[in-house]
């Protein structure tokens, strides 16, 4: 009947008006370029495998003074400091000098946070996805998460300071740009950024523009601002080396071999060789 055939007629009308849209947009999908629909992970750069830091645990060897490395007497660096974080530093060098200087990675479990973290002897490895970027060091519970999803840091009220602090950033093409608050201070004993005794304060705000200058180097430009520690912005480059393919990273508990024990009657770290023989033994008590 007519009355039927208007309303078979008419429930056709949102199939085929689904069917034209879809095709429709399948269209303008095929003919957009690449980059307007194709996930990020695909075009994500691969900082796949195992790396190491070049040069020695000194944090800043662009303003490096002596020979040696941050445990050695006599090296030190020039950090941007006022009057104050500079006088706590040479207190710092002078207690590294006698062998009491506390890091508080001696403590087996504590995350050398960052900046130091980019700053550690042993090996690295980097996850790249589309929404988070790790950093993770061989070197205890060493991982840096840093979110590329688009989100911001939360509202000051919602954070508190971590060894690691809150790090969001983007790419820049190849280059992933960060950006880190909300870190420990060093002045609560938590943290240092080498044993020499470098250290900033809570207020400390870095950005950092990381990328691979080849195949087999990687590049961590840090721009450091800390207007409790620092007269100008402190800017330190770290590069690090590709190691053999098929390296592999084992984890390892300090405690399962305690190189450094305390001598708690003179208040001093003891340095053990591989026998076990004290080797500072000539430090004055």
């Known amino acids: ?161 971590t060894h690691t602090g809150d790090s969001v950033g983007h790419w820049e093409g190849d280059t992933l740009v960060f950006d880190t608050v909300s870190l420990h201070s060093s002045d609560e004993g938590r943290t240092i950024l080498d044993r020499t005794g470098l250290y900033l304060s809570d207020a400390a705000h870095i950005v950092t523009r990381m990328r691979k200058l080849d195949d087999e180097t990687m590049e961590a430009r840090m721009t450091i601002e800390d207007h409790n520690a620092l007269t100008a912005l402190w800017v330190v480059t770290k590069t690090y080396r590709k190691l053999e393919q098929g390296t592999r990273v084992y984890d390892y508990a300090c405690a399962g071999n305690n190189r450094n024990p305390v001598d708690l009657e003179n208040n001093r770290t003891l340095i053990l060789g591989p026998n076990g023989e004290i080797l500072n033994s000539d430090i004055q008590r």
Not at 87 to 108: E, H, I, K, M, W
Not at 120 to 138: L, R
Not at 151 to 156: A, D, K, L, S
């Open 1 to 161: 009947m007519t009355v039927n055939s208007r309303h078979r007629h008419n429930s056709l009308r949102p199939l085929q008006t689904a069917s034209a849209l879809l095709v429709a947009l399948c269209i303008i999908f095929l003919l957009l370029p690449e980059s307007a629909y194709a996930q990020e992970g695909d075009s994500l750069p691969d900082w796949s495998g195992v790396w190491a830091m070049n040069g020695g645990t000194v944090f800043d060897g662009a303003t490096v003074e002596g020979q040696g490395g941050s445990n050695t007497p006599g090296v030190r660096e020039h950090p941007p400091y006022n009057a104050e974080y500079e006088a706590t530093y040479v207190r710092n060098l002078q207690l590294r000098d006698d062998g009491l200087f506390p890091d508080p990675l001696s403590f087996c479990g504590i995350p050398p946070g960052f900046p130091r973290i980019m700053n550690m002897p042993d090996v690295y490895e980097f996850a790249v996805t589309p929404k988070q970027v790790w950093i993770m060091t061989e070197n205890g519970p060493g991982i840096m998460r840093i979110y590329t999803d688009g989100r911001e840091h939360p509202e000051p009220e919602m954070m508190w300071p």
